[in-house]
């Protein structure tokens, strides 16, 4: 630990400070104390929340591959967004293109698989996350722990992560949060993907000492993978909310904190950090709305602030951290994401960055409705019995 504080110590002072020195402890939990997972500076992000502009980003990114593509995703569907991408990875692979390809094959059911093995038979190497012709505890275990990880890396110099999936309707129908990265974290993309290959059982995948040339005028990131039953995310998101001296904003579709994100969100707003949460109104679950809701009151009557965003269903998964930290990817704030199931997120280390973020939740909030301690403690009255159920049941979902 001594070694990693000394490394943290190091990287603050050759980044110029990209992170508040009394914000450390968020980058010494992400790094679990090995060296190699520290933040790396020189890297270009682009934020996308347009859901077009990323999939035809995606999608020109793939047709220009020389080398390699890698593709893990929670759900690829057999509609017209992921017939686009299908198509251009066979273009790829008839160019001798190498293709890796990871799917959750027990959150996409109704998805035949020949979709993607078309993609194997043209010379992909292709596997499904949870093998269902195993034994009966693996594919429990399988059904337990999903891997709702977002990555595409192209040769090995550009990588994506964030909430969206291969679906038409994060094209043109929800809202969404994703980033494109070119430089040297995207090396570190490619580690965790070839590691979670190798887990499920995957050749090894050729090895490659490549890193991506640093970005002049490149921000810092810390690329961070967790899962299958860890608790390094809900550490970093409580350490955010106990060192936070001005702001925490909370972005996410599900919510159903841990008891310990909830005590640390209430403190926080006590002691007069602005701590907001922003939800959509329009949930593609109705229980989750339900299970939502039943947080509400404990959060609003210690002055944490909840809105909830009413044009679109709202799928971002980000939180906010005074003048200079962002935490993006694929974990919503929920059991199930903090705890049991894979996931994937970057923290990116720049004031401009955090500064543009915020600004952007703000202007969100525009179109949201502010949620009162009043307001909720009367619609949990008027359907009390469905709100008491949901409220004793939302720490198993």
């Not at 038979?121 to 596997?127: E, F, I, S, V, Y």
Request: glycine share 6%; with cysteine; aromatic share 10%.
């Amino acid at each position: 630990m001594v070694l990693c504080a000394l490394h943290l110590t190091a990287v603050a002072a050759e980044q110029e400070g990209p992170v508040s020195d009394y914000l450390l402890p968020v980058v010494e939990i992400l790094s679990r104390g090995e060296p190699d997972l520290m933040p790396v500076g020189g890297n270009e992000i682009e934020v996308i929340t347009d859901g077009r502009r990323l999939w035809e980003a995606m999608l020109q990114d793939i047709r220009n591959a020389r080398k390699s593509i890698r593709i893990e995703y929670y759900r690829w569907a057999p509609d017209e967004a992921g017939e686009l991408i299908r198509e251009a990875v066979l273009e790829k692979l008839a160019e001798g293109v190498q293709v890796h390809i990871l799917i959750e094959n027990l959150c996409s059911p109704f998805f035949p698989k020949s979709f993607y093995q078309k993609m194997e038979k043209a010379g992909a190497r292709l596997l499904f996350f949870t093998d269902t012709d195993g034994s009966f505890s693996r594919v429990f275990r399988g059904i337990s722990h999903r891997d709702h990880r977002k990555i595409l890396v192209v040769d090995e110099e550009i990588g994506y992560t964030g909430g969206s999936n291969i679906v038409k309707k994060y094209v043109d129908e929800w809202r969404d949060t994703n980033i494109r990265i070119k430089g040297p974290a995207v090396a570190l993309l490619r580690r965790f993907f070839d590691e979670m290959w190798e887990q499920r059982g995957g050749e090894p995948v050729e090895a490659s000492a490549f890193v991506p040339q640093p970005v002049e005028g490149g921000v810092t990131v810390q690329m961070c993978a967790f899962g299958g039953g860890d608790t390094i995310m809900e550490e970093a998101i409580c350490q955010m909310l106990k060192l936070a001296r001005e702001r925490v904003y909370l972005q996410t579709p599900y919510f159903s904190p841990t008891d310990s994100i909830v005590r640390a969100m209430r403190e926080a707003a006590e002691r007069g950090v602005d701590v907001r949460i922003l939800l959509p109104k329009k949930v593609d679950n109705p229980f989750m709305k339900l299970v939502n809701e039943s947080f509400y009151e404990e959060c609003l009557e210690k002055s944490v602030k909840i809105y909830e965003y009413t044009p679109r269903f709202d799928h971002t998964k980000m939180v906010l951290c005074d003048r200079n930290l962002s935490l993006l990817g694929s974990t919503n704030l929920d059991y199930r994401s903090l705890l049991i199931n894979y996931e994937i997120a970057a923290l990116v280390c720049d004031a401009a960055l955090t500064e543009r973020l915020s600004a952007d939740f703000l202007r969100l909030l525009d179109d949201a409705e502010e949620i009162t301690l009043e307001g909720a403690r009367a619609a949990f009255r008027k359907d009390k019995h469905d709100r008491s159920l949901w409220y004793s049941l939302r720490k198993r979902m």
